[in-house]
C-alpha cells in the first residue's frame, strides 16, 4: 500500500506532515509519497534526524494557499504539492492521497484530475466524528453550498457504503437526513424531495435527524446541503473548544479546584482523546474516482498519521468499486424507469 | 406592565408555567394574565398553595400540540390557550405575551392574530445566546426555512435595534453574516445577495462569521436563514448537553474522581447557569407588531420567570416603535431608489 501525502498542506505544514506521514510508515508499514519541495524535505529530515527510508518524493516547488480562489489549482498553481500528489493519484503512483489544504482547492484539483465516478453529479467532503455510540459521518460537511435532492440521495448511498464497508465491517449502516424537526413534513423542498427518495430507497433510513441528536450519535450517516453540514460540524468543534476551556479556567481558579483537577486529570485526557478530530483522521471526499482524504488544516503529525491510516483502509476495503456499482446500478433502475415512462407515452399516443 | 402566559404551553405546563409567571410576578413586580382552563388554574393554585394575587384569568379549554400542523390554530385550535393569549395581545389586553407551546404554531397566530410590523416581510425567531462576551443574538433560528437576502438584511435591521435597545442601553450592536468561511466569495446566492445589502447599510456590520466563532460571541446578532440558524442552535444545545453528561461521569467515576467534583462544585455550577438558556429567558419573535417570547419547549418555572421579565423588557423599551420607524424609512428609501430609477428611464425615454 503507498500513500501519496502533500507535505505542504495545512497550517503545521511541512515539518507536521512529514513527521506523520513518516510516523504512519512505521506504526502501518505503508510506503510513504511525499509531494513538495524535495531540497527542503531533506534538509528538514536531516535537521530532525527523520529517516526518509521507503519514502518516495516527488518535487513540487510552488503550494496553494489557504485563501487562494479553488480554480488557481487549475492554472497558477497547477504545479503545486496538491495538484502534482492529484495527477500522481490519477495516474497510479499511490493508492490514495492525503492534504490538509485547502478544501475548496483539493476538492476542484479532485474532480479535474482524479475525476469523479461515472454517475456521480458531485463529489462531497464526508466528515467522520466521534460519538459515544461510535464515529458517524456528516455529508456534505463543506463542499457544495447548494445541493438538490438527488445529491443528497448520491450522498446518502456513498456514506452509508463507505460507513459499512470501512467502519463497520460490513454492517449496514443507518441514515438520518438532518432536518429543524422530526416530523416528516419539517423543512423545505430540499428537505421533502430528500426524505422521499430515502424514503423509498433501499437504505436503512431513519427519518429526519435534529442537531441536537447528532453529537450523540443518532445515525451512521447524517446528510445534508453543504452549508448547514459545515455549520453543524463548525458548531460543534466551537463549541466542544469553548467548554473546554471553561473547564481550564475552573480547574486554574485556586487550589483546591487544582487539586481536583488531578484527581480527574487521566479521565479528562481520555474525554480530549475521544472529542479530537486528530483521532478521527480526516474526512474523505465521496464521489472520486480514487481515494482522497482531507485533513484538518490545523492537523500535528498525529492527525496526518490517523489520515493515512485512514487513507490506507479506503483503498484496501475497495469501496470505491462498490459505490461505482451501486451508483452505476441506480443509474441503470433511472434509465428503466425513464424507458418504462417512455413506452407508457408511446403507447398513451 | 401586563404580561400575558400561555399557562399550558411547553413540556411542564401548566404547573410549572403557572409557577414561573407568579415568581415573575414576585420578583419584578408585574402584573400577569394567565391563559387557559380557569377551573384546573384555581385547582392548581389551590392544591400547590400558590397566591393568584394580581393574577387574571382567561379562560381557554384547548391546547394546541408541540406536534400540531402550525395552521391548526387558524382554524381546529382556534380558541386554545396560545390562540386566546394572541388575541387578547392585540386586542391591548396585555403588554406582551409569552409562550413555550409550539414555535410553528406561534408564529403562524402571532402574524394572523397580531400582524407583522408594516413592511416586514417576515417574522424571525430571534434566539438570545449566552457567550463570554454576553449575550448575542441568533436570527433567523428556526421559523423561516428558505430566505431571500432582503429577508436577511431586515432581520439584521430589527436584531441590531432589538439588541442595542434591550441588552445593550442604546449602545450600537454588530453584526456578523453566518457563512462557511470568513472570505466575501464564500458561501451561495444568499450569503452573496445579503452580504452586498449589509456592507452598503449603516448597520455595524463585521462581515461573514463561521459558526465555530459563534459560541465565544463574535457579534452581537448572528443573521442566517431559518435552516442554519436551527441547525447551530440545536448542535449548540446538543453539544452542550454532550459535554455536560462526559463530565458528570467522569467525576463519578471513583472516590477520588468524586472527591474532585466537590472541589470544583460551585464553579462547574456557575458554568451550568451560564450556559442555560433557562437565564437567557426565551426568544423574541421579531416583526411582530407587539411584543411575543417564545420559551424554550422544556422551560421550568425559572425559564418561564425570565421569559417573563424579557417579555417585560421587550415592552418598555419600546424597541417595536423604533423597528416600525427603521422598517419605514427604509421603504421611503427604497421608493426614493425606485423613483429615481423610473424617472431616469423616463429621462431616457
Do not use: W
Not at 492525503?98 to 476542484?108: E, F, K, N, Q, W
Not at 468543534?237 to 473546554?244: A, H, S
Amino acid at each position: 500500500m503507498k500513500i501519496i501525502v502533500d507535505a505542504y498542506g495545512g497550517d503545521y505544514a511541512p515539518l507536521e506532515t512529514i513527521k506523520g506521514a513518516l510516523q504512519a510508515r512505521d506504526a502501518y508499514g505503508v510506503s510513504i509519497v511525499l509531494t513538495g519541495n524535495e531540497e527542503e524535505i531533506r534538509r528538514i529530515a536531516a535537521e530532525e534526524s527523520l529517516s526518509l527510508a521507503d519514502v518516495e518524493i516527488v518535487n513540487a516547488t510552488d503550494v496553494i494557499g489557504m485563501n487562494e480562489q479553488p480554480k488557481t489549482i487549475l492554472k497558477e498553481h497547477k504545479d503545486c504539492s496538491m495538484a502534482v500528489g492529484l495527477r500522481l493519484l490519477h495516474d497510479g503512483g499511490g493508492d490514495a492521497f492525503v492534504s490538509a489544504g485547502s478544501t475548496g482547492a483539493l476538492l476542484m484539483g479532485a474532480t479535474f484530475f482524479v475525476k469523479r465516478i461515472k454517475g456521480v453529479s458531485r463529489a462531497a467532503l464526508a466528515a467522520v466524528l466521534p460519538s459515544d455510540k461510535g464515529p458517524y459521518m456528516l455529508l456534505d460537511s463543506g463542499a457544495n453550498v447548494d445541493c438538490r435532492p438527488e445529491m443528497l440521495m448520491q450522498f446518502a448511498s456513498m456514506g452509508s457504503l463507505y460507513m459499512s464497508e470501512v467502519m463497520k465491517n460490513g454492517e449496514p449502516a443507518t441514515v438520518g437526513l438532518l432536518n429543524v424537526g422530526t416530523e416528516e413534513h419539517k423543512g423545505g423542498d430540499l428537505q421533502h424531495g430528500t426524505y422521499e427518495l430515502l424514503k423509498n430507497s433501499s437504505l436503512s433510513f431513519v427519518g429526519n435527524v435534529e442537531a441536537r441528536d447528532v453529537p450523540a450519535g443518532a445515525a451512521d450517516v447524517i446528510v445534508t446541503d453543504g452549508f448547514s453540514g459545515n455549520v453543524l460540524l463548525k458548531t460543534l468543534e466551537g463549541t466542544v473548544d469553548m467548554l473546554l476551556g471553561y473547564m481550564k479556567n475552573i480547574f486554574y481558579t485556586n487550589l483546591f479546584t487544582k487539586i481536583g483537577a488531578l484527581l480527574v486529570k487521566p479521565h479528562l485526557a481520555a474525554l480530549k482523546k475521544k472529542l479530537s478530530t486528530a483521532e478521527t483522521g480526516g474526512a474523505p471526499l465521496l464521489g472520486v474516482a480514487r481515494p482522497v482524504i482531507k485533513a484538518h488544516g490545523n492537523s500535528k503529525a498525529l492527525a496526518i498519521q490517523n489520515a493515512v491510516r485512514v487513507a490506507a483502509e479506503f483503498a484496501r476495503t475497495g469501496v470505491i468499486d462498490k459505490i461505482t456499482e451501486a451508483i452505476a446500478s441506480e443509474k441503470e433502475k433511472g434509465d428503466q424507469v425513464t424507458d418504462g415512462a417512455t413506452a407508457t407515452e408511446a403507447t398513451a399516443d
